[in-house]
């Protein structure tokens, strides 16, 4: 890091005000955010301006000098990519841009969550996909792939590599018995197919949405020192079929049309050739994706990677209720791996169901059905209780007389307000980790009054704040209501 810090002097002639390392995800290479009040002088010679550089520290000379050649290139070739400005000798550390922090990653993230794209997030995915044929085709001329690191080229070596990947660091670590020479077989197969469309485009090899940036409104593309010589279905299939990503199949489809519409602006292409050979290479980036997965996950202990195995084993049964043929060995062998206990029992499309009860301390605090153990219980029998008159004795807090008393007295407020913000901060966290259920409980002395009314106000808060199901449950009244789940408009930039 010290040297970063020198080579940021050298290239600015002022210290850094703040150094912030950033997340690497997957990557072994290490990032820092280098911030100055002043540094450079602006254009007209005047006061210095404030200035922000990425430091990024390799591990390796071969690969930094890869990534170097390929940002050089790219930026010769008017492609959005981040400037390296100044570098070592040695080309193990050097400076690049600040493209910001928004990851396409994140600018989707409603999407992800919910499954429903808002209109400014595919337009941004669109733009992205447009961008990838254009990098593909554009960034391929004059290139030099002998500068790729570690293959100059998407060939058998590279194929055999990421399948004996899935074999050795996931289907083995999954304990599943099945015949080698079998599977090696149909492996061969794949190889075979998969290397009939060779092709001297670029393949970026990993092209997600955490490897693009959004800047001034437009996508930027990072991380792709691993690229080098191939097909170009190899991203599409990364990009489109991200493990998180939740792109339902009809968005999928568009998404593919607007990138052929622009690679044929470059390449003669058959559709359905296209399509046909696709999905060869879905099932062959969805095994790979799995191997990094398990040797991230399972070996190196990294969360961010066992997270993400429910969802590419989600991708792969979806794969499979359509899969070719071609290699029935291998479909058999990933049929049994999606039905192993470990990843039956899991679901990850399962939206979150808040449940609301009211009830009586007299008859116990309601039992949570789910099986997690409960969730919050509020006590409401501080709040000024209706029931002490006669008048309200017969009614419940879902009725006005009972509502008037309770907002006239005032005391239900804040304490409903406290209550909002404990909540709120949960579900949005459950709703972020992939949570189910959720369990939000209101007693009094007879579930009757305070609790109902409490219920009632925290359901229709929940449920117009996140739009997931609401379960209300009035259980001294025996009484059950559901609020469904219903899509949250939200204004993003597009």
């Known amino acids: 890091m010290q040297s970063l810090t020198q080579l940021f002097y050298k290239y600015t002639g002022v210290m850094p005000d703040n150094v912030e390392q950033l997340s690497a995800s997957g990557s072994n290479r290490r990032y820092f955010r280098f911030t100055a009040k002043g540094g450079q002088p602006s254009a007209d010679g005047g006061q210095q301006t404030p200035v922000s550089l990425i430091g990024v520290q390799g591990t390796s000379a071969e690969e930094n000098h890869a990534f170097l050649y390929m940002d050089k290139h790219f930026l010769e ?53 447009r961008a990838l044929a254009r990098f593909q085709v554009v960034g391929s001329k004059d290139f030099d792939y002998n500068q790729c690191y570690p293959q100059p080229e998407f060939n058998l070596r590279s194929i055999n590599w990421d399948l004996n990947y899935f074999k050795y660091c996931f289907l083995k670590a999954t304990g599943l018995e099945f015949q080698e020479d079998r599977l090696e077989s149909d492996f061969e197969r794949l190889a075979y197919i998969l290397l009939k469309h060779r092709m001297t485009t670029f393949m970026y090899r990993d092209f997600q949405s955490r490897n693009v940036m959004i800047h001034n409104g437009e996508p930027w593309f990072i991380d792709f020192q691993g690229g080098r010589r191939g097909p170009v279905y190899y991203d599409v299939a990364s990009f489109l079929w991200q493990a998180k990503a939740n792109f339902h199949q009809d968005l999928r489809e568009e998404l593919i049309e607007v990138y052929l519409n622009e690679l044929e602006l470059y390449l003669p292409i058959n559709r359905q050739e296209f399509h046909e050979t696709l999905r060869h290479f879905v099932l062959f980036r ?87 153990g409960g969730g919050f219980v509020f006590d409401c029998r501080a709040v000024n209780n209706p029931g002490k008159y006669e008048r309200y004795k017969y009614i419940t807090g ?43 409980s209101f007693g009094c002395t007879g579930g009757q009054h305070r609790s109902v009314y409490a219920a009632e106000k925290m359901a229709k808060h929940i449920n117009d704040k996140f739009g997931v199901e609401v379960q209300l449950i009035h259980r001294e009244q025996n009484i059950e209501n559901v609020l469904p789940a219903k899509e949250i408009t939200k204004k993003r930039d597009a």
């Open 77 to 129: 070739h008017g492609l959005n990519v981040p400037r390296v400005v100044a570098q070592s000798d040695d080309e193990m550390i050097y400076l690049q841009e600040d493209l910001g922090d928004t990851l396409l990653f994140n600018y989707i993230a409603e999407g992800r969550k919910t499954g429903v794209f808002c209109e400014a997030e595919k337009q941004m995915l669109r733009k992205t996909m």
């Open 286 to 372: 969805t095994m790979q994706v799995l191997g990094a997965y398990g040797f991230r996950g399972y070996f190196e202990k990294k969360p961010h990677f066992l997270q993400s195995i429910p969802f590419a084993i989600e991708n792969l049964r979806a794969l499979l209720k359509d899969c070719t043929e071609d290699y029935p060995y291998l479909i058999e062998v990933l049929h049994q791996m999606t039905e192993m206990k470990q990843f039956k029992e899991i679901s990850v499309r399962r939206p979150l169901v808040v449940r609301v009860y009211s009830f009586s301390y007299k008859k116990g605090i309601p039992a949570d059905e789910s099986g997690n």
């Open 398 to 440: 879902q009725e006005e007389p009972v509502i008037k008393f309770l907002e006239d007295d005032g005391e239900i407020f804040p304490f409903l307000d406290a209550a909002y913000t404990l909540v709120d901060a949960s579900v949005k966290r459950y709703i972020d980790r992939g949570f189910q259920n959720l369990m939000v």
